[in-house]
């Protein structure tokens, strides 16, 4: 997104027109490859005073994608309620930068907004960079060891845009293989010439010394991310002249040469406006992709993620391809918020971006040697919010395929700015910002292991519940979250996002915080065990069913034994196999009795193999038994009066309507007749419940004078009753 210092020379937010995505497959060509405008080492960073975090407040405007999507739809793998899947644990939470922050060299204050929150944790330390400023802490202790510091500090003493500007729009990385820093913004204030400033830092301490390089870009380079692969870094863009979408940029930096401080050069292809926001992949842990491997690019269009295969060759660039797109269908979606602004917050009016329009930083990969694994996540509309959609695509080198999907709504809560990761156990991990009416902006994840049913996520954990709402005026939000793993465990998720600790506008805070799945890293042979449905609701002395999953782990082999807790009064219970050898399925019968309460029971499920023991949750919602309705009748007569004279009759027809379902029969009676006059119905009695009949009135001419009477019908079904009257006026 466009930074705070450019609002000047690139105009606000606009709305493109919506454009086709490709969907044939091709090779694009040709590359564009150029070297690096200036490169040097620096300093290290700890020995020279930061420079000023930058005064005043700027909002960044929002440069939207353009994107064809379908007409909105249905959401078919939306999960409305937390699966009984297990949830990783948290290890630290503290502050980031933001509002009131102090560290080594100062508080900050905050100038620009959104925060554009990213981070990396390295061997020891983990660096935070929100849009314009940095801060270095110790992973261990939460402590800030450096900042804040202007991000423009990396390159005091290069010259150039690259040290007198500070732009933002940032990204940090570490390259696990290497052990090396990589930080980058853009240099785009003023206008063209734009540059995209990296520094690679020359040791695995983030405060040390940089080797620095500024590539040129054709055009404004907005929202640029990084990707580390084995031959390459790997950087996306959207490009803009002006207020038009050029269409998205991929380039490769030539990794080994700036890992040794020579001079570099990229090599880039250009798509055009037709194409939708990338994402290069990023790779997580110590196995690198297969030899040869290219890197994987990513966009999403209409129901389907969009995948390319970039290969470099920084030898021969005449060998360097991009091919693609190969189109892979997914579940139908809706962008949230048609891609802009829609997200409430409690005591406001004020909406929030959902930033919709493109696939959420970042598109983490990993290679499990039997099989390489892409997770990434966007935001999508649901029926009542906005939730997560998340994917697993395996086999990206041949016939890519989704082996899982879900969209994270568990309730009325919108969920949207999500950032996704995998461990070294095929653990997932998602995390993202929850607002609603009735909740100030808030931080929360959730996650998965590999024996959890597939497509689903556990009951969300809070990092931390916002105290405040972004107010009037300022709609921006995020931009981007960071979800990292740890390098040195390959377990430790730290993720980090904003969020408010008072309603205001620009006064935004950031939270850090680490979690990990216990059974991470376990080499010893075990289970997983997992149940569905997440929920059942039955009446009283009804049952229900429950299947109980075991799925052997790391060579598992032995056998489990079943049982359940939690059971409400009266009830029953039995597993259908009682035990479970390795692997397979039981299912878990609960029957209720008409004396057993109603009300929420949550059910602990448990599996026993020797010493190794493991528990998962359902929960059973037992309804009172509703007694039929009670039937009842209303009856009614018209005309309401008659006026005859003696020695003739009147004539009133008797009308009865059943409620409640009753089909009784209503016999009729009339009371209050003139002296000298009889009454007749016909029919004497309405069956069925509904119906009507004629009260015939006769009287005499020897009848008593002249008067009026009021006559008092009635209908008796058992013990029901009901009457009305009518008049009757005799001459």
């Not at 010439?193 to 690679?200: E, F, N, S």
């Not at 981007?480 to 793993?485: A, C, G, L, Q, W």
């Not at 039981?586 to 009300?599: D, E, N, Q």
Request: net charge negative.
């Amino acid at each position: 997104m466009v930074k705070a210092k450019i609002q000047s020379v690139l105009s606000a937010a606009f709305v493109c027109v919506l454009l086709a995505t490709p969907v044939l497959a091709q090779i694009r060509g040709p590359v564009e490859v150029t070297a690096a405008a200036q490169h040097d080492t620096s300093e290290d960073v700890r020995n020279n005073p930061p420079l000023p975090v930058e005064a005043g407040q700027a909002l960044k405007p929002v440069y939207h994608v353009p994107q064809s999507l379908a007409p909105a739809q249905p959401d078919p793998v939306v999960q409305t309620q937390p699966a009984a899947a297990t949830a990783p644990q948290s290890v630290s939470n503290f502050d980031g930068v933001g509002t009131g922050f102090s560290g080594p060299q100062g508080t900050f204050s905050v100038n620009s907004a959104p925060p554009d929150t990213v981070a990396a944790v390295g061997a020891t330390q983990y660096v935070q960079w929100v849009n314009t400023s940095f801060a270095v802490f110790d992973k261990t202790t939460g402590a800030a060891v450096y900042g804040p510091a202007s991000g423009r500090t990396l390159w005091a003493g290069f010259g150039g845009k690259c040290e007198t500007g500070n732009d933002g729009d940032p990204i940090v990385q570490y390259d696990k293989a290497a052990n090396r820093w990589i930080m980058t913004q853009f240099a785009v204030a003023g206008g063209a010439p734009y540059y995209q400033c990296v520094a690679i830092s020359t040791t695995s301490d983030a405060t040390g010394s940089y080797y620095r390089y500024a590539f040129q870009q054709p055009y404004f380079n907005d929202y640029p991310k990084v990707g580390v692969w084995s031959d390459a870094y790997y950087v996306t863009f959207n490009l803009f002249n002006g207020n038009s979408f050029v269409g998205p940029r991929v380039c490769a930096w030539d990794r080994n040469n700036m890992l040794n401080g020579a001079a570099a050069t990229q090599q880039c292809f250009q798509l055009t406006s037709s194409s939708g926001s990338l994402l290069p992949a990023d790779l997580d842990g110590s196995t690198p992709p297969p030899a040869g491997s290219p890197e994987y690019v990513l966009s999403y269009g209409s129901n389907a993620l969009i995948l390319w295969k970039f290969h470099v060759d920084f030898a021969n660039s005449a060998n360097t391809t991009l091919t693609g797109p190969v189109n892979i269908a997914v579940a139908p979606f809706t962008r949230a918020c048609n891609g802009g602004t829609c997200i409430p917050q409690l005591g406001t009016m004020q909406l929030l971006d959902s930033l919709a329009d493109r696939l959420m930083y970042r598109l983490a990969y990993r290679n499990f040697g039997d099989h390489e694994a892409l997770v990434v996540n966007h935001s999508v509309a649901t029926t009542n919010a906005v939730g997560v959609r998340w994917y697993e695509l395996r086999n990206p080198g041949g016939t890519p395929v989704v082996y899982q999907q879900g969209t994270y709504a568990p309730d009325a809560s919108y969920r949207w700015m999500g950032s996704i990761g995998m461990d070294k156990s095929g653990d997932i991990a998602v995390g993202y910002s929850v607002s609603s009416g009735t909740l100030n902006p808030s931080i929360s994840y959730t996650g998965r292991a590999p024996g959890d049913p597939l497509g689903t996520l556990a009951p969300e954990t809070s990092i931390i519940v916002g105290t405040g709402s972004q107010t009037t005026g300022l709609s921006r939000w995020g931009d981007y979250s960071s979800m990292t793993i740890d390098p040195v465990d390959d377990c430790t998720f730290w993720y980090s996002t904003e969020y408010l600790k008072a309603n205001g506008t620009f006064n935004w805070s950031t939270r850090i915080a680490s979690f990990r799945f216990p059974t991470c890293g376990n080499t010893n042979p075990d289970f997983s065990l997992s149940a569905s449905p997440a929920s059942q609701t039955v009446t009283q002395g009804s049952a229900a069913s429950y299947t109980a999953t075991v799925s052997a782990l790391l060579g598992f082999s032995g056998t489990v034994n079943l049982s359940v807790s939690g059971l409400p009064q009266d009830a029953g219970v039995s597993f259908s196999p009682p035990t479970v050898t390795d692997s397979g399925s039981s299912t878990l019968t609960v029957t209720t009795a008409s004396t057993t309460p109603a009300g929420a029971y949550t059910l602990t499920i448990s599996g026993v193999s020797g010493a190794i023991t493991h528990s998962t949750i359902v929960t059973l919602v037992v309804n009172a038994v509703i007694p039929p309705p009670v039937g009842d009748f209303t009856i009614s007569a018209a005309p309401a009066s008659q006026t005859i004279s003696r020695g003739t009759t009147a004539t009133y027809t008797v009308s009865v309507t059943p409620s409640g379902g009753f089909t009784g029969s209503v016999a009729l009676s009339v009371s209050g007749l003139p002296k000298g006059a009889t009454a007749s119905f016909n029919p004497s009695s309405v069956s069925g419940g509904f119906g009507s009949s004629t009260l015939t009135v006769t009287t005499n001419k020897g009848a008593a004078g002249a008067g009026t009477s009021t006559l008092t019908v009635t209908g008796t079904s058992g013990t029901l009753f009901h009457s009305t009257t009518v008049g009757l006026t005799v001459k």
